[in-house]
């Protein structure tokens, strides 16, 4: 799943492929925008951790899943 993070006062979004759901993604935004925890932690799919400052983010867009295309066809 792709997901872009928006950092304040960055000119470039942090984009990342994951393999968590989109529901685990919005739980840890919340939980990091409610002040429960001061980091926003994502695990990309080669196993980096992201982190996020939860002060410092100003969106997340959370895509669709990734398809895996299989063939010779266009892309």
């Avoid at 979004?13 to 994502?42: C, F, H, M, P, R």
Wanted: charged share 25%; proline share 5%.
């Amino acid at each position: 799943m792709e997901i872009k993070i928006g950092v304040q006062h960055t000119p470039r979004e942090i984009s990342l492929e994951s393999g968590q759901s989109a529901k685990e993604v919005e739980t840890a935004v919340a939980e990091a925008l409610s002040g429960d925890s001061k980091l926003l932690s994502l695990t990309d799919e080669n196993g980096r951790k992201i982190l996020v400052p939860a002060d410092r983010i100003a969106y997340v867009e959370i895509g669709q899943p990734a398809v895996r295309r299989v063939g010779f066809g266009p892309l």
